[in-house]
């Protein structure tokens, strides 16, 4: 697919390696909105960097895991910027939850936005793709997603669910949209981590150091532009952390 004139929606775009992946979009010609749950802030800043490309952009306001809002935010995108070519289901919770503690609220909520969430957005925009004859469909996931890790339960069953999803929704909306997603190992650790932490993370990735957003936004960049015949594939973009 040549990406520029393209209209990309990243959900969860306004910080973090969402916001690296959009301004990297329009870096390359591509239209791009964004939406956000409370980082009206880091939106704002999103969009301002997106706009120094001359590429239309926008951004609204919204949870991806309530069918009304993700109905409302694509209304408005359609409305702002165009049909949406480009689905990138980036919108992600990450929060420790050991075992004896998991509480139904900790589960619903990593459920609902990691798994819930995308899958409502490619409903959203998938069928209106198919009508158009052509879609990209992006699922960011986790290699913890395979190899689930302790004090974590709720999200990596949310990223093994998504996984199963991009598969199962690759099956569905083809021949006309391809659906992969790319799974990234450690990237951007919690704020929180500390010195030694890190130390102990990095020493398990063979590749012995942390990766980049601008990584991850390359692999978007492959799987939008590079290539038209790769779909329900999942691309570990993780220094090698899966095989460790």
């Known amino acids: 697919m040549e990406i520029a004139g393209k209209v990309a929606w990243v959900t969860g775009g306004a910080k973090r390696v969402g916001r690296e992946i959009a301004v990297t ?35 609204t306001q919204g949870d991806v895991a309530l069918r009304k809002d993700v109905e409302r935010m694509v209304l408005e995108i359609e409305k702002n910027v165009g049909p949406i070519d480009i689905l990138i289901n980036n919108a992600s919770i990450f929060k420790r939850t050991p075992w004896p503690d998991i509480s139904e609220e900790d589960w619903n909520e990593h459920l609902n936005i990691n798994l819930k969430g995308p899958f409502l957005c490619a409903q959203a925009t998938g069928a209106k793709m198919v009508i158009r004859g052509a879609g990209k469909i992006i699922n ?105």
């Open 140 to 244: 960011i996931v986790d290699w913890a997603g395979e190899r689930p890790y302790r004090h974590y339960m709720p999200y990596c069953v949310s990223k093994a669910g998504l996984i199963c999803l991009t598969k199962s929704l690759a099956k569905e909306l083809a021949p006309q949209v391809q659906v992969n997603a790319i799974g990234p190992g450690p990237v951007l650790l919690p704020e929180e981590t500390t010195k030694e932490e890190r130390a102990k993370v990095l020493k398990s990735v063979p590749l012995q150091r942390e990766g980049s957003p601008k990584d991850i936004a390359n692999a978007v960049l492959f799987l939008v532009e590079g290539t038209d015949f790769a779909t329900g594939s999942i691309i570990y973009v993780d220094g090698g952390r899966l095989i460790a």
């Open 25 to 59: 979009l329009a870096e390359h010609g591509c239209y791009v909105a964004i939406n956000y749950r409370s980082s009206s802030k880091e939106a704002l800043e999103a969009i301002e960097k997106i706009k120094r490309f001359g590429v239309k952009s926008f951004a």
